[in-house]
């Protein structure tokens, strides 16, 4: 299995777009543990084999435990994650398949009292961006297995 283009040489500019989304979200308002928690969550709905090694790898090496990734397709069903947890990977189930249910009222009443106006805003693009990654990495057939998190502020970026 290999990859099908270097996207990368392909269209430097859009990866340049792309990564100056990372940098702004390396720093945003909502806590390491959590983006990394929506973007494999985000990654595992879109079938992205890279991204869900990526970001698996990532969680781990900033603290999150197995019990914790094994249980995320099914994190409503289990107690591992906290209420604002659950709000976040709710919002990104929603807007991971938006054409579903365009993401109604009921589920933003259930979102919106654990996240402030920023971090919602801050949370819909770490889903955004993942969901764009998502759509390089499957398209064009990344191949899993070379990825190594990186360490910053503490925890893998």
Not at 32 to 50: F, M
Not at 126 to 152: C, H, L, M
Request: glycine share 6%.
């Amino acid at each position: 299995m290999g990859s099908r283009m270097n996207y990368a040489n392909a269209a430097p500019g859009a990866m340049r777009a792309m990564n100056s989304l990372d940098t702004y979200l390396d720093d945003c308002s909502l806590e390491p543990e959590l983006r990394e928690l929506v973007k494999l969550r985000a990654s595992q709905i879109n079938g992205c084999a890279y991204c869900v090694d990526m970001h698996s790898l990532d969680a781990r090496a900033g603290g999150e435990t197995e019990q914790r990734l094994f249980a995320l397709p099914v994190w409503n069903e289990t107690p591992f994650f906290s209420e604002r947890e659950r709000a976040a990977l709710l919002w990104t189930e929603q807007l991971t398949l938006l054409a579903q249910s365009h993401v109604p009222d009921d589920v933003f009443a259930q979102v919106r009292p654990h996240f402030s106006d920023r971090e919602l805003a801050d949370l819909t693009l770490v889903i955004a961006t993942i969901n764009a990654w998502n759509r390089f990495g499957v398209s064009f057939r990344d191949v899993p297995g070379n990825y190594r998190p990186a360490r910053k502020h503490g925890v893998a970026q």
